[in-house]
């Protein structure tokens, strides 16, 4: 499985930045992706994560009323647009996949969930 990501780069606070991920070479059917992110010396957290088919979305407290996760169809893209950026939401982003759906928070918020990770996009707020 391939997930290649797009969109990193370096904003100022309050600025708007929108990620991408593309899963043109994956080799299952994906029912969830997410996003998570690495800040230094801290570990991978989670952001917020998508349920193909239903569309369910779910979101870590930092991300909710900031960051918007969805799926473009066309072209089985996952999107995070994140607004309102804050110097804390610098990190490294991954993107992740999983085959399988699932109902708790848990499930979605947890890293070993996913079987597929791209290789992490860089954003850093600084002004």
């Known amino acids: 499985a391939q997930l290649v990501e797009s969109g990193g780069g370096v904003v100022q606070p309050g600025a708007s930045l929108t990620l991408s991920c593309t899963t043109s070479?994956?080799?299952?059917?994906?029912?969830?992706m997410a996003w998570f992110r690495q800040a230094p010396g801290g570990e991978r957290d989670f952001v917020a994560a998508?349920?193909?088919?239903?569309?369910?979305?779910v979101y870590a407290e930092s991300a909710k009323g900031r960051f918007t996760i969805s799926r473009v169809t066309a072209n089985n893209t996952l999107q995070l647009l994140m607004d309102s950026l804050k110097p804390e939401d610098t990190a490294v982003y991954y993107c992740?996949?999983?085959?399988?759906?699932?109902?708790?928070?848990?499930?979605?918020?947890?890293?070993?969930?996913?079987?597929?990770w791209g290789q992490g996009l860089q954003v850093t707020v600084s002004s």
């Open positions: 070479s994956y080799t299952y059917t994906t029912y969830t």
């Open positions: 998508h349920t193909w088919g239903s569309g369910k979305t």
């Open positions: 992740a996949a999983s085959p399988k759906r699932y109902s708790s928070f848990e499930n979605y918020a947890g890293a070993s969930s996913y079987d597929a």
